[in-house]
């Protein structure tokens, strides 16, 4: 008997070795899976509560400084607004030119994690598709972009209803020029 083996067969102790390691290297794996999976839980829970991402309607490029477009498909650019914890965190712009139909502005808002939409007019069409995306509209903002933040801040902004809606989408009260 090898007093290295303890008796067995060489290859039977490697491989219990092996299976060992891989036992080892398994709850490894699923140790660091669980971590990540919580740490990305309490992150999500922290920009649900502390973070949101706002789209406002401007004339000309957005900015803060940028005046409010008076209706939501007829802007220049929308201001996409990140406030942490209440404060600006980043601002970005999207351009609205040459958009396809009332929903396209919509969707690229979407894509780019919008979750609320302060405007001071909207149609019907742009507003249902915003319903349907799961983003919230609010109205009852003017002036510049920095003073809309400053009214949702201070609560001063309204959830939009069917019944809040201007009535230009209807047929033949307007048209989109591109």
Known sequence: ?????????????????????????????????EDTREDMEEEEDAVGMDRIRIAIPCLGE??????????????????IVTLQDGQIEVVASLSNA????????????????VGLMLVAGMGMRPYLSFRQQGIEVNYGI????????????????VPMTEDTLCGCHEPGQHSHSH
């Open 62 to 79: 957005a900015n803060l400084q940028a005046q409010v477009s008076p209706h939501f498909g007829r802007c220049d650019s929308y201001a």
């Open 1 to 33: 008997m090898d007093a290295r083996t303890n008796g067995r067969n060489p290859t039977e102790q490697a491989d219990q070795t092996n299976v060992r390691s891989v036992k080892a290297q398994t709850f490894t794996e699923h140790q660091k899976t």
């Open 98 to 113: 040459n958009h396809a139909d009332c929903s396209s502005p919509v969707r690229a808002l979407a894509e780019r994690g």
């Open 142 to 157: 003017a002036g510049t972009v920095a003073e809309a933040i400053e009214s949702y801040l201070r609560n001063e902004t």
